[in-house]
């Protein structure tokens, strides 16, 4: 029921915050114009870059929570909760002070190209980006506790509230004709903000389970959560020199208007992946809650279940988009930003095969298989950033896009697939009724 429900309950809210997010885009490219909104997303788009700063530390707290929610240890949920909120407390520290620095020192020639925009706004825009990134840094252990004792309906709530505010933020900024270092603390900073009022809420509703306890704070511990993430700090690294670039290769390559239609379409089809991300994230939880539990059938049966229904689903939705997306854009953002057709289809076809290796992906992490992830994606990254920067050289905006396709498909996309089926073959046992259903 589990799954179900984080599909199901409160879809209404998540179809409400997409829109919630479109309108807030739409409103801020028409008031900062496509070059000066190319560089809000590109500095938003820093985040997916970083995402490695919790060093795979949130990763491996939604599997160990999971298992240990599963046993009913609670000790080993408030250990695992104390330590990695301790290790990304740190870490958070850490990005402010030697983050600050790099950034008040960077080449002015380093910055991105934007016709227009000052140089010392792109900088402050960073400063602002570095200083909110690291202080709610250690707030991100609230979602991934969520999810992992199942709390879907609750994340929906918070990202709702969250949607309200971010559009209720930039028609502020609108109305006041404030500057772009506002726009990015507000796409930065209210995530952040959203993150440490579920944190909160979950140490006091559920404190027997995950409140942080003193007693259970050690190095050793702290270090163990560290060495636990390991592989997904891997895959982490892997996927934001993969992925997270494409916006990088663009801006640079292009320039920032060039950044900013990516930038615009690639909030597009995420939305359709939000739609579906509650259900999928706890499919991860909901395996190694499985598992813990030995029961495969249940896996096995429940994964093609969702993997089927949810690929039926996407299909049609990216079909939509290409179908109305290149009429509708301009209308949404204003006519600066006018994406062709052939630009749809080709993000299309990526986030489709990325929505499908994201299903296998969460399989697999939830039975443990993280490092046969990790080493074929850093090999895949190696391939993927000089691939896309060529193809974006010679086909343009699709570039980095195929160039996913091709290097994921044929180094990580093969072998994750293979792993799955093999965590998918039929179990041997009696099946069993299980509580996840």
């Not at 072998?415 to 179990?427: D, F, G, N, Y």
Request: contains cysteine; charged residues 10%; positive net charge.
């Amino acid at each position: 029921m589990a799954i179900r429900r984080a599909f199901v309950s409160g879809a209404g809210a998540k179809v409400l915050t997409i829109l919630l997010g479109l309108a807030a885009i739409g409103a801020a490219t028409r008031h900062l114009g496509a070059n000066a909104y190319g560089v809000v997303a590109i500095i938003v788009g820093l985040t997916g870059l970083f995402g490695f700063l919790d060093f795979g530390i949130g990763g491996s707290l939604v599997s160990d929570l999971a298992r240990s929610y599963a046993r009913r240890t609670v000790r080993d949920m408030r250990t695992a909760v104390t330590n990695s909120y301790a290790a990304l407390s740190v870490i958070g520290g850490l990005v402010v002070v030697l983050g600050c620095p790099i950034v008040l020192n960077l080449p002015s020639e380093l910055l991105f190209d934007a016709p227009g925009v000052n140089a010392t706004e792109i900088r402050l825009s960073l400063l602002l980006y570095v200083v909110a990134t690291g202080v709610t840094l250690p707030f991100n252990v609230g979602p991934r506790i969520a999810l992992s004792l199942q709390f879907g309906l609750l994340t929906g709530i918070v990202n709702l509230v969250s949607g309200v505010m971010v559009l209720v933020l930039v028609a502020i900024g609108v109305s006041f004709d404030l500057s772009l270092s506002y726009f990015v603390l507000i796409f930065v900073g209210v995530p952040g903000i959203t993150n440490f009022a579920v944190t909160i809420y979950l140490f006091i509703r559920h404190k027997r389970y995950v409140l942080p306890k003193w007693s259970l704070l050690s190095f050793s511990g702290a270090l163990n959560m560290v060495l636990r993430g390991l592989p997904f700090l891997v895959m982490g690294i892997a996927g934001a020199i993969a992925y997270q670039t494409d916006i990088l290769v663009v801006a640079y390559v292009l320039g920032s208007a060039g950044a900013a239609v990516f930038a615009v379409l690639t909030r597009i089809f995420s939305s359709l992946i939000q739609l579906f991300a509650g259900g999928l994230q706890q499919m991860w939880a909901s395996v190694a809650h499985a598992l813990a539990e030995d029961d495969k059938e249940w896996v096995r049966r429940k994964f093609w279940h969702t993997f089927s229904i949810t690929m039926t689903l996407f299909v049609v939705a990216a079909g939509l988009a290409v179908l109305l997306g290149p009429s509708l854009v301009p209308i949404w953002v204003g006519s600066s930003i006018s994406p062709s057709w052939d630009l749809f289809l080709a993000f299309a076809v990526w986030n489709t095969y990325n929505f499908a290796m994201m299903q296998f992906s969460f399989l697999l992490n939830g039975a443990g298989k993280v490092w046969s992830q990790a080493i074929p994606a850093l090999i895949m990254a190696g391939i993927n950033v000089p691939l896309s920067i060529y193809l974006t050289q010679q086909i343009g905006l699709a570039g980095p896009l195929y160039g996913s396709l091709i290097s994921h498909s044929l180094t990580v996309g093969w072998l994750t697939v293979l792993w799955a089926l093999r965590v998918l073959r039929p179990a041997d046992s009696q099946v069993r009724i299980s509580s996840h259903a």
